[in-house]
């Protein structure tokens, strides 16, 4: 499976960005896939996550009410919905695959990322 993101940039303090993430290969269906974050210093977090039927998500505390993942089985992508942007969401996004994509250590697949910057 390859990932690659798109839809990164930079925003002002309020302002909203779609992120999306188109895979390869037949095997997408069979994935959970994420977006995880990862800001100059820190370690990579986990932002969301979906199951493969779509049927469930998770979000982290600090997103919630703000972002929405979805998936689009057909399109073999994902989505991430980013609103009320603050500062603190700056960071490379990476989008991610794998059997429990909660944590790093379930990754299977990694995108490159996509750098969103949130700047007046």
């Known amino acids: 499976v390859q990932l690659v993101e798109s839809g990164g940039g930079l925003v002002q303090p309020g302002g909203s960005l779609r992120l999306s993430c188109a895979a390869s290969g037949r095997t997408f269906g069979g994935y959970d896939m994420g977006w995880f974050r990862q800001a100059p210093g820190k370690e990579r977090e986990t932002v969301a996550a979906i199951s493969r039927s779509g049927s469930r998500t998770y979000y982290t505390d600090s997103v919630k009410g703000r972002f929405t993942i979805s998936r689009d089985i057909v399109e073999n992508t994902i989505y991430l919905q980013m609103n009320s942007l603050k500062p603190e969401d700056t960071a490379v996004y990476y989008c991610?695959?794998?059997?429990?994509?909660?944590?790093?250590?379930?990754?299977?697949?990694w995108g490159k990322g996509t750098l969103v910057t949130v700047s007046s």
């Open positions: 991610a695959a794998g059997f429990a994509v909660l944590t790093t250590t379930g990754v299977n697949y």
